[in-house]
């Protein structure tokens, strides 16, 4: 399939996903909300420059902001993960793996360990900064980890489900 025809279809899956379902999904234990829109960024191809990942973290963030009438909220969280994704794939990567430019980061090209760290990583910076922006206020430290630490733990629970029900692991083996 045609990485633009997929990728496209793969941005309106996730938005839809998360504005059709888990958007009305009640907060679990009064703070977690599980986010997996980001997931489309995460998955794009080793090679998606940082211009266009942050240009396509804007488009998502903002389609979300606009159901969920959050103005600014998930696109500025989901522009700084497509901003530090290359950043942080080559900390965790041989070179060679991340010049593979085709290829999309999945437990078949990077493992299980990288690929936890990965998805754990961006997801934590992304929950960190939406939360941090929802909340603009300091009463509650420990809130305002708690809420981080337990989105973040149950967004990546869900990716790591997506990834296995998905098995994209055999389509990216060469």
């Excluded at 399939?1 to 379902?21: A, C, E, G, P, Y």
């Excluded at 703070?31 to 794009?44: D, N, R, S």
């Excluded at 497509?82 to 793996?97: F, H, I």
Aim: charged share 10%; net charge positive.
């Amino acid at each position: 399939m045609n990485n633009i025809l997929k990728n496209s279809i793969r941005f309106v899956l996730f938005l839809m996903i998360q504005i059709i379902i888990l958007n009305e999904v009640p907060p679990l234990h009064r703070f977690i909300t599980p986010y997996v829109y980001f997931l489309f960024i995460l998955w794009l191809p080793f090679g998606t420059n940082r211009i266009t990942l942050t240009i396509l973290g804007f488009l998502l963030g903002y389609c979300l902001d606009i159901f969920t009438n959050t103005p600014g909220l998930h696109a500025a969280a989901a522009c700084l993960i497509g901003y530090l994704r290359p950043t942080l794939l080559n900390v965790l990567l041989a070179q060679e793996t991340s010049e593979e430019i085709n290829k999309e980061p999945s437990v078949g090209t990077m493992g299980w360990g990288p690929y936890i760290v990965y998805t754990f990583f961006i997801t934590f910076i992304h929950h960190f900064y939406l939360v941090l922006l929802e909340w603009l206020q300091f009463g509650s430290f420990g809130y305002f980890i708690g809420k981080v630490t337990a989105t973040t733990l149950i967004s990546v629970l869900l990716i790591v489900l997506v990834e296995l029900i998905m098995n994209r692991r055999k389509q990216n083996r060469s």
